[in-house]
Structure formats: structure tokens, C-alpha cells
């Protein structure tokens, strides 16, 4: 059976709680739902049904911190993975026979003081079939700074998580990490054909890193990448059409297939035909480069620490819960470094 269908990057507005208190944030977070389902269920309804797997931007159920320190967004702004929030968004998901991702800031009992940036897709009958750990944060815990402890707990196999469906290998990268080619190369090599991008980023006349980034990834791996970036962020203090426009889809050649302007947009959506790509990655020829990748070379260079791991376990090997200058200063100290090493000057 061919594998053939449309995906959407639906690029909505996001409407912030960061000057709420926890329980109006709490109520702010399901009309975000609500209204993300309401947009899904209309621009499905128009596009038609072979809409079946829709990315959502970044931030869309909450905005970010903005002064918050780790334990006030968690109490405001992180979910539980068992809760409430993400039932309604299987109920939207199996409502509209649609494959859906997003991106939230979400708990975890094993880490009961923090919580993660996580990607999830959940499939079209209301499951949850993939949960991706952002890797690469400025402000925000990680699994890689807590990595010993993360591995005791959910082993290697946690850090790069692709789900093999009947829409094809999806795996997912969290916003910025589309600038660190490790990771789309670590879920490529674990099979992964279409690539979930939710983001929130600044949308330009040029181009910029990231839309760059996503051409990149794309080509480089012979995977789609469907890129969904928020339509500005409203009610909190910086310009909300900062991050606005420029969702995309993006082919296994690199080539831009679909693109929205700024403003919610349904417009960012094209048919993935995983048939022609799987055919691209089984011809042989200069264009394969997924095959033509010699890993070993790079294999001690990479081994050599950059930022810290488990910059936020103690000597116990237990997690503690810092400030948040603790990571500008880890980043800092990490310059430093780069520096004594001479691999910058």
C-alpha cells in the first residue's frame, strides 16, 4: 500500500500566561486547546480529508518563562504526562483522524523538581506514540544535564525516539535544535522520514539560520522536515509579532514545497509521499548522502565534552534544582573552556 498524504504545519497565534496566577494559568492553558482544535478542525474541513498529520508551533499551550524561576513555570506552566491537557488533545487528535504534535513543557515523576521541554506526537487513535526530551536548551532543564540519572532511568534508547507508523518514521526536534545537525542526524540514522519541527522564531524578509537550518537537515538526511512556527505571542511584554510566519514543508531534496506568511495560517501545507523518498534512499548515486555517511571518522571528535553533562547532578549523582543564571554561567565557564583548549581564541 502507497504511502501518500497531507500535512499541515498550522501556524497559530500563542497566547502567553505569564502574567496570570496558577489558577487563571491553568484555565488559559485549556482555551489554548480549545482553540488550537477549533483551527485544526476548520483547516481540515477546507484542505480536505487527506490531512493526516498536523504540527503545532512551539509554545502553543503556555508562551515561555519570561523571569519565572524553575519552580514557579513548573507550577504554572508544566503538565503532567497522565493529565488532563494532554486528554484533550488526544480527544482533538481521534476527533479529526490526524496525527498530532506539538510542544510543551512537561513533568516527569522520576524528576519530581523539574520538568522537560518535551515533543509528542499522539496518533490518530488518541495515543501518545512518541515523547522527545529537547537535548539543547539555553534556560531550561535537559536530560543531558542530568544525564547519568536520566539514563538509569529511561535507558539511551530515550534520547533519540523515532515511532514507526503508517504515515512513516516520524521523529521530532524541538525548535533551535534544528541548528545542531547531530540531532536530525542521530534520528536519521535511527530511521526516522519526516522530521516534527515545532518552533518560535523571528520570520524575516532574508533568510535566517534556522529556515536555512531546516533546508539543511532536509537534504542532508533525505528526510521531510514539517516546520510549524507560531503566528506571534500575544500578552506578553516583547513586539508579539517577533516570532511570526514562515512554517513550511520542506522535501527530502531540500526544497521548499509549502510556505505561510505571517498571521495564522493554514497555508503551510503539502501532500508527503514517503513511497518516493524510501525509492530516493534505495538509489544508489552521489545524491544518497544518507548512505554515504563514514561516522567512524568523527566518532573521537565528537567524543570530546563541549557543555557539560550532568552539569545539574551533585556528587551523589542526584539532580538540584538551580537558579537560572546556572546555565548563562555553565555556558560561560564552557567558553572559557574553549578557550584554554584553543578551539577558539
Known amino acids: ?23 487563571d494559568s491553568r484555565a488559559k ?17 477546507f484542505i480536505g480529508p487527506s490531512v493526516k498529520l498536523v504540527v503545532l508551533p512551539e509554545y502553543f499551550l503556555t508562551s515561555f518563562p519570561m523571569g519565572e524561576s524553575l519552580p514557579e513555570w513548573r507550577e504554572k506552566g508544566a ?3 497522565t493529565g488532563p491537557e ?9 476527533q479529526n483522524q490526524v496525527f498530532l504534535s506539538g510542544n510543551v513543557y512537561e513533568l516527569d515523576d522520576h524528576f519530581t523538581d523539574l520538568y522537560f521541554q518535551t515533543s509528542f506526537i499522539i496518533d490518530s487513535s488518541g495515543e501518545t506514540i512518541l515523547r522527545y526530551r529537547r537535548l539543547v536548551s539555553m534556560f531550561a532543564p535537559t536530560p543531558h544535564d542530568v544525564l547519568n540519572e536520566y539514563l538509569d532511568v529511561y535507558g539511551e534508547d530515550s534520547l533519540f525516539p523515532v515511532a514507526s507508523t503508517e504515515l512513516g518514521n516520524l521523529a521530532c526536534v524541538a525548535s533551535e535544535e534544528i541548528l545542531y545537525p547531530e540531532i536530525t542526524r542521530c534520528l536519521a540514522m535511527r530511521g526516522a522520514e ?25 537534504v542532508e538526511n533525505l528526510c521531510y522536515v514539517v516546520s510549524s512556527n507560531t503566528a506571534g505571542i500575544a500578552d506578553i511584554d516583547f513586539p508579539a509579532e517577533s516570532t511570526d510566519g514562515l512554517s513550511k514543508l520542506v522535501d527530502f531534496k531540500g526544497r521548499v514545497m509549502c510556505e505561510a506568511a505571517t498571521g495564522e495560517s493554514m497555508v503551510a501545507n503539502a501532500e508527503i509521499d514517503i513511497d518516493a523518498l524510501r525509492r530516493y534512499r534505495n538509489k544508489p548515486g552521489m545524491g544518497n548522502i544518507l548512505s554515504r555517511q563514514r561516522n567512524e571518522l568523527f566518532a573521537s571528535t565528537y567524543n570530546k565534552s563541549v557543555y557539560p553533562a550532568n552539569s545539574m547532578l551533585d556528587k551523589d549523582n542526584k539532580y538540584h534544582v538551580p537558579q537560572r543564571s546556572h546555565f548563562m ?17
Open 79 to 81: 503538565i503532567s504526562a
Open 86 to 94: 494532554y486528554e484533550k488533545l488526544a480527544e482533538i487528535a481521534q
Open 329 to 345: 554561567q555553565t555556558q560561560v565557564d564552557t567558553i572559557n573552556a574553549l578557550r584554554e583548549k584553543g578551539v577558539i581564541k
Open 29 to 45: 492553558i485549556f482555551e489554548n486547546i480549545d482553540r488550537v482544535g477549533r483551527h485544526l478542525n476548520g483547516s481540515k474541513g
Open 194 to 218: 519526516v522530521i516534527l519541527h515545532s518552533t518560535s522564531e523571528v520570520s524575516s524578509t532574508e533568510l535566517t539560520p534556522k529556515d536555512i537550518a531546516k533546508r539543511a537537515r532536509a
Open 1 to 23: 500500500m502507497s504511502i501518500a498524504y497531507t500535512s499541515l504545519a498550522l501556524q497559530t497565534r500563542c497566547f502567553a500566561i505569564n502574567k496570570l496566577n496558577v489558577a
